[in-house]
């Protein structure tokens, strides 16, 4: 059973950090990727990465503040968050697919549970 299952969010100042983990178990994937959705809006891309080269792509609302990084071993993909502001404020999800253009977001099948961000201001 193919699984993706998210952690490390919780509530933040604004301007503080967190660090999101995802353990994918079942298979591996070549692409995995971070999603968010606020309240009373739709799902956005947040970033992703392509599992075999390390390459990664980030939404502009992000660059330069979220880093995503993966650990081989434990099949794992990690969303580090600097600088979070309030309009971070949302549910983080983990997905993933087979293909390896990881820049296609919008053929991502996999995905976990998600888990809650807050920044206060």
């Known amino acids: 059973q193919v699984q993706l299952v998210e952690s490390g969010g919780g509530l933040v100042q604004a301007g503080g950090s967190l660090r999101l983990s995802c353990a994918a178990s079942?298979?591996?994937?070549?692409?995995m990727g971070w999603f968010r959705q606020a309240p009373g809006k739709e799902r956005d891309f947040v970033g992703a990465i392509n599992w075999s080269g390390g390459s990664t792509l980030y939404a502009d609302s992000v660059k330069g503040r979220f880093t995503i990084s993966r650990a081989n071993a434990k099949n794992t993909v990690y969303l580090q968050m600097n600088n979070l502001k309030s309009e971070d404020t949302a549910v983080y999800y983990c997905?993933?697919?087979?293909?390896?253009?990881?820049?296609?977001?919008?053929?991502?099948?996999?995905w976990g549970q998600g888990t809650q961000v807050t920044v206060s201001s």
């Open positions: 079942g298979r591996t994937f070549s692409s």
């Open positions: 997905a993933a697919r087979s293909g390896s253009d990881y820049t296609r977001w919008d053929l991502y099948n996999y």
